[in-house]
T-cell receptor
Framework: AQKVTQAQTEISVVEKEDVTLDCVYE???????LFWYKQPPSGELVFLIR??????QNEISGRYSWNFQKSTSSFNFTITASQVVDSAVYFC????????????FGAGTQVVVTP | NAGVMQNPRHLVRRRGQEARLRCSPM?????VYWYRQLPEEGLKFMVY????????ESGMPKERFSAEFPKEGPSILRIQQVVRGDSAAYFC??????????????FGPGTRLTVL
């Protein structure tokens, strides 16, 4: 069963628009971590953020912000004032307490930013 | 401190040949994870290894695939008798400590395997 759902397959925006990527996860563990990774066209995986299940405080890092809500099992990611360089596939991932740290990835959301 | 290294970056094999993918973890890291990314899909966990031990291979196909992480040298993912469906990007990640404390995994650049 899919434990991380990224319902949006592709989002297209014009530069300077904001874009929000949805991530819904499923777990019975009380201790877990959530991650976001970026995969640009070059193919490598770039770590963006890690959040543990006990810290629901939202976070902002430059143009990136994350909204973690345990009540809805969601960990959404917003890019403010998007730029062409933000064009990439973004993956949300879950690591559960009894899983030896292995990451379970969502299917990814392709973000296309046009000038 | 060099990052996670994977080689080759690109590998082309004909059906029936063997593919060997190598992963050198970051210095001081003794935990290695392998993930596979099929075209247009997300990454799927394959196997988790510590030095000389396979800890979790629940994501490995039952046949033709094997992995090792010897005391000395890189971790190896071996695919015997490759088929076209094995064409994918294979990523290795390493972490420094026991996975139970959720250390960040550092990913390598991946090996793109193409089976003709």
């Amino acid at each position: 069963a899919q434990k991380v759902t990224q319902a949006q397959t592709e989002i297209s925006v014009v530069e300077k628009e904001d874009v929000t990527l949805d991530c819904v996860y499923e777990t019975r563990d009380t201790t877990y971590y959530l991650f976001w990774y970026k995969q640009p066209p070059s193919g490598e995986l770039v770590f963006l953020i890690r959040r543990n299940s006990f810290d629901e405080q939202n976070e902002i890092s430059g143009r990136y912000s994350w909204n973690f809500q345990k009540s809805t099992s969601s960990f959404n990611f917003t890019i403010t004032a998007s730029q062409v360089v933000d064009s990439a596939v973004y993956f949300c991932a879950l690591s559960e307490a009894d899983s030896w740290g292995k990451l379970q990835f969502g299917a990814g959301t392709q973000v296309v930013v046009t000038p | 401190n060099a990052g996670v290294m994977q080689n080759p970056r690109h590998l082309v094999r004909r059906r029936g040949q063997e593919a060997r993918l190598r992963c050198s973890p970051m210095k001081g890291h003794s935990h290695v994870y392998w993930y596979r990314q099929l075209p247009e899909e997300g990454l799927k966990f394959m196997v988790y290894l510590q030095k000389e031990n396979i800890i979790d291979e629940s994501g490995m196909p039952k046949e033709r695939f094997s992995a090792e992480f010897p005391k000395e040298g890189p971790s190896i993912l071996r695919i015997q008798q490759v088929v076209r469906g094995d064409s994918a990007a294979y990523f290795c990640a390493s972490s420094p400590l026991a996975s139970g404390i959720f250390d960040e995994q550092f990913f390598g650049p991946g090996t793109r395997l193409t089976v003709l």
